[in-house]
């Protein structure tokens, strides 16, 4: 079984920046496909991004240019670099694995850390 734990949610002004992280615990097999997805009261759970363990990253239009995501594969952890963030960028940001992980394939959640962005 693996886990999944995001850190680096807070309170920020339009556009400051925030790093979120999400470290796994288990084994994350080198196929397995991470990213960030965020959710709002009502809404549905959108993709923000996503990145495989070669580094090839995909973005959702609304953070291109804004948003980065990362990966260091040792440390079994994802990161996400946001920046110019806007009012609209408020959400939950859930971390995501996908794949063999835990030597189980999967789709694995984090518990989600809440993003506000407000002045």
């Known amino acids: 079984q693996v886990q999944l734990v995001e850190s680096g949610g807070g309170l920020v002004q339009p556009g400051g920046s925030l790093r979120l992280s999400c470290a796994a615990s288990?084994?994350?097999?080198?196929?397995?496909?991470m990213g960030w997805y965020r959710q709002t009261p009502g809404k549905e759970r959108e993709l923000v991004a996503t990145i495989t363990s070669g580094g090839s990253a995909n973005y959702a239009d609304s953070v291109k240019g804004r948003f980065t995501i990362s990966r260091d594969n040792a440390k079994k952890t994802v990161y996400l670099q946001m920046d110019s963030l806007k009012s609209e960028d408020t959400a939950v940001y859930y971390c995501n694995a996908n794949g063999i992980a835990g030597g189980h394939w999967g789709d694995y959640w984090g518990q989600g850390t809440q993003v506000t962005v407000s002045s």
């Open positions: 288990g084994s994350i097999d080198s196929s397995t496909i």
